[in-house]
């Protein structure tokens, strides 16, 4: 079984630059998440979807951030504009049922400088 | 607040020192406590789901067990390749039948040889 794809693996852009990060999750997997995470702490939630329609983006930064899944398969997210703040790993991860958790994309790095 | 707590944050031991990693968390109504390690460089790695007080589950070196208000993941006879930052999320409803998970920041965990 293929893994979670999520492509570019790093990216260093400048502050108030825009940036996308695109993910293709396992086969089959309908539910789609994108966390970002900050060097020494925890993936943070920041969109969640079901197919293709949102279920929780309450932690997502609406006024730069943005995501979409279209046809319920592969998402991108976007930033625009980045912030020095943004610098962390991004990363997508997929699930089918709760007894198996989710599988997690290897990540971008983003560098804002 | 839904809060994840993990103790110690850091842990050195010796090639063949068993001992825990502590997971306790703050808000009821849990639907899953998953485990998972993640290396450098990479996303989570799935490791256990467990639903309910007195459940154990178990992989290679590792065990995880529930009680009402921790988990704890003991680790027999660790050897290098067990160094990792294992991270204890739970999952929590985010509409329908759908979850996500909160993450704390994970216990880093370094096995000299």
């Known amino acids: 079984e293929a893994g979670v794809a999520q492509s570019p693996r790093y990216k260093i852009i400048e502050k108030r630059q825009s940036v996308a990060f695109w993910c293709n999750p396992i086969?089959?997997?309908?539910?789609l998440y994108w966390y970002q995470q900050i060097l020494g702490q925890g993936p943070k939630l920041l969109i969640q979807?079901?197919?293709?329609?949102?279920?929780?983006d309450s932690q997502l930064p609406k006024d730069r951030f943005s995501a979409e899944r279209l046809k319920g398969v592969d998402s991108t997210l976007k930033i625009q504009p980045a912030k020095l703040e943004d610098s962390a790993v991004y990363l997508c991860?997929?699930?089918?049922?709760?007894?198996?958790?989710?599988?997690f994309g290897s990540g971008t790095r983003l560098t804002v400088v | 607040e839904d809060q994840v707590t993990q103790s110690p944050e850091a842990l050195r031991l010796q090639e063949g020192e068993s001992s825990s990693l502590n997971c306790s968390y703050t808000v009821s109504g849990l639907r899953g406590l998953f485990w998972y390690r993640q290396d450098p460089g990479k996303g989570p790695e799935f490791l256990f789901t467990?639903?309910?007080a007195g459940e154990e589950k178990e992989k290679e070196r590792l065990k995880a067990t529930l009680t009402k208000k921790e988990s704890f993941l003991h680790i027999t006879a660790p050897k290098p390749e067990d160094s990792a930052t294992y991270l204890c999320p739970r999952a929590r409803n985010s509409g329908g039948s759908n979850y996500k998970l909160t993450f704390g920041k994970g216990t880093l965990l370094t096995v000299n040889p």
């Open positions: 467990l639903y309910s």
């Open positions: 991860a997929s699930s089918s049922s709760r007894a198996y958790g989710y599988t």
């Open positions: 979807f079901q197919n293709n329609g949102v279920v929780d």
């Open positions: 086969s089959g997997h309908a539910t």
